[in-house]
C-alpha cells in the first residue's frame, strides 16, 4: 500500500510565527487530504486535494499539491493558540478505499 | 449536525477480558471504517464496511471481529485483550467514500 511521510515530528514555535509540515509519497497519490487532531480529540477534516499542483487557503492556512503530486504542504501564517494540535496528511489510493495517514506533526504554540 | 456517537466513551478491562465497541455513523453515511490510535501514534486502518459488508481489512488481529448491522450502526469486538490493545479506537463514516467524518473515540486501557 502507499506509505505518506511527514516532517517534522514536531514543532514548537512563538505565538505570531508560521508554521509548515510536509508530506512526501514515493508514488503518485490519487488524492491528499488534511486533518487536525487537538489534544485529546479526534481527527478533524481540513481540506482535500486532488489536482496537479493545486493550491487551496482557508484564512490563515494554505494548503499545497505538488505537481507529480507525490507532495503536499500545510502552511499556517501568524500561528495562534488554537492552532494547537497535530496535523495529519492522509490518502486514499481510490475514492472509498482506506485512509491512510502520515506521523502526523505536533504543533505546539508558546504565548 | 449530527455527528459519529461512539459508546462507550472510555473503558477499562483486564488482560484476557472481551470488549465491544460501538459506532453509530452519520445518518445516510453508507461506509463506517475504525482505526487505533496509540499513544503519539497516527490512526491505524483496522477496518471498514460499505452497506453492511466488509470492504477493507487493514492490520486487524485476528482476536478483533467487527461487523455492520441493519441499522448501520457497527460494533467492534475484541477478545484476548491484551496490555497492547490499550489505545483510542475511532470509528469514521462516509458517504460515498467521500470525506471521513471521525467519532469522538472509546478510550481502551487494558490492565
Known amino acids: 500500500g502507499q506509505q505518506v511521510m511527514q516532517i517534522p515530528q514536531y514543532q514548537h514555535v512563538q505565538e505570531g510565527e508560521d508554521f509548515t509540515t510536509y508530506c512526501n509519497s514515493s508514488?503518485?497519490?490519487?488524492?491528499i487530504q488534511w486533518y487536525k487532531q487537538r489534544p485529546g480529540g479526534h481527527p478533524v477534516f481540513l481540506i482535500q486535494?486532488?489536482?496537479?499542483?493545486e493550491v487551496k487557503k482557508q484564512k490563515r492556512l494554505t494548503f499545497q499539491f505538488g505537481e507529480a503530486k507525490k507532495n503536499s504542504s500545510l502552511h499556517i501564517t501568524a500561528t495562534q493558540t488554537t492552532d494547537v494540535g497535530t496535523y495529519f496528511c492522509?490518502?486514499?489510493?481510490?475514492?472509498?478505499?482506506?485512509?491512510?495517514f502520515g506521523e502526523g506533526t505536533q504543533l505546539t504554540v508558546n504565548p | 449536525a449530527a455527528g459519529v456517537i461512539q459508546s462507550p466513551r472510555h473503558l477499562i478491562k483486564e488482560k484476557r477480558e472481551t470488549a465491544t465497541l460501538k459506532c453509530y455513523p452519520i445518518?445516510?453515511?453508507?461506509?463506517v471504517y475504525w482505526y487505533q490510535q496509540g499513544p503519539g501514534q497516527d490512526p491505524q486502518f483496522l477496518i471498514s464496511?460499505?452497506?453492511?459488508?466488509?470492504?477493507d481489512k487493514g492490520s486487524i488481529p485476528d482476536r478483533f471481529s467487527a461487523q455492520q448491522f441493519s441499522d448501520y450502526h457497527s460494533e467492534l469486538n475484541m477478545s484476548s485483550l491484551e496490555l497492547g490493545d490499550s489505545a483510542l479506537y475511532f470509528c469514521?463514516?462516509?458517504?460515498?467514500?467521500?470525506?471521513?467524518?471521525f467519532g469522538p473515540g472509546t478510550r481502551l486501557t487494558v490492565l
Open positions: 445518518p445516510r453515511h453508507d461506509t
Open positions: 469514521a463514516s462516509s458517504s460515498s467514500g467521500g470525506v471521513r467524518f
Open positions: 492522509a490518502s486514499t489510493e481510490t475514492s472509498g478505499s482506506r485512509l491512510t
Open positions: 508514488t503518485t497519490l490519487s488524492n
Open positions: 464496511f460499505y452497506e453492511k459488508m466488509q470492504s
Open positions: 486535494l486532488v489536482k496537479s499542483g
